[in-house]
């Protein structure tokens, strides 16, 4: 990460920042740990489901880029067929990051997403439009990892196509949800995507966390852009 870049918050003085950053921490602690306890049987579902619609692991693991730079597995439930290549993603990514992605048209609108992605289970299809497979998640939050809101975690060949700007959004730890699933999801492209992250960077604090985690439920409720 040798061009990443700090960012601070303007209305936010550093002990002020520091109180934040700590109270944050412990909210994650409390709420993630509650929440793997209170939707256990949701969790045991799913891994059923998961288990009995095809070959493979029940979870999908993968690297990606937390705050600083810092690497570590991302954990969701797997969603695709065990061995799936990942070269289809990448390709879109990158061409996406450039501006180079269409939209697809879907009877939701058009979404900067693999709708159609030969990839993805019958039951992984489900997981990702109720946004089920994000639970497992919550452990990397629990670890540390990732906080319940936040810019979502880069994998790291999309860094490849990172310019300083876009690096800003590692200056904080990434997050479950954050204002950009709020705000348009995958109906944004990557430019307005970084815009939100750092919107959300520079105004961060408890009560903007707890109006976005609110505005979260309508939306994993209706399914918006999800797919």
């Not at 929440?35 to 692991?57: E, I, K, Q, T």
């Not at 609108?109 to 998640?137: C, F, M, N």
């Not at 961060?204 to 399914?223: E, H, K, N, Q, Y």
Request: net charge positive; with cysteine.
């Amino acid at each position: 990460m040798q061009n990443y870049v700090q960012i601070s918050t303007p209305l936010m003085q550093v002990p002020e920042l520091r109180r934040y950053v700590l109270v944050k921490r412990l909210f994650d602690i409390v709420v993630s740990a509650v929440l793997l306890v209170a939707l256990s049987l949701v969790f045991a579902v799913c891994a059923l489901a998961v288990y009995f619609d095809s070959r493979g692991p029940v979870f999908f693991r993968q690297a990606r880029v937390g705050e600083r730079g810092r690497v570590f597995t991302f954990l969701k439930f797997r969603s695709m067929y065990a061995n799936a290549d990942q070269k289809l993603h990448q390709e879109y990514v990158s061409a996406f990051i450039m501006a180079r992605a269409k939209a697809e048209e879907t009877k939701d609108g058009a979404l900067y997403k693999l709708v159609h992605d030969p990839r993805i289970t019958r039951v992984g299809g489900w997981l990702r439009k109720t946004s089920l497979d994000e639970l497992p998640q919550l452990w990397n939050v629990l670890k540390g990892e990732m906080s319940l809101v936040g810019p979502r975690p880069p994998i790291p060949y999309e860094l490849e196509h990172y310019g300083d700007t876009h690096l800003q959004r590692l200056a904080v730890k990434p997050g479950i949800t954050g204002l950009w699933q709020i705000s348009g999801r995958s109906r944004t492209t990557f430019e307005e995507m970084v815009a939100l992250d750092l919107e959300y960077i520079s105004k961060r604090s408890l009560a903007f966390d707890l109006r976005i985690l609110l505005m979260t439920i309508p939306c994993v409720l209706l399914g918006r852009d999800a797919r």
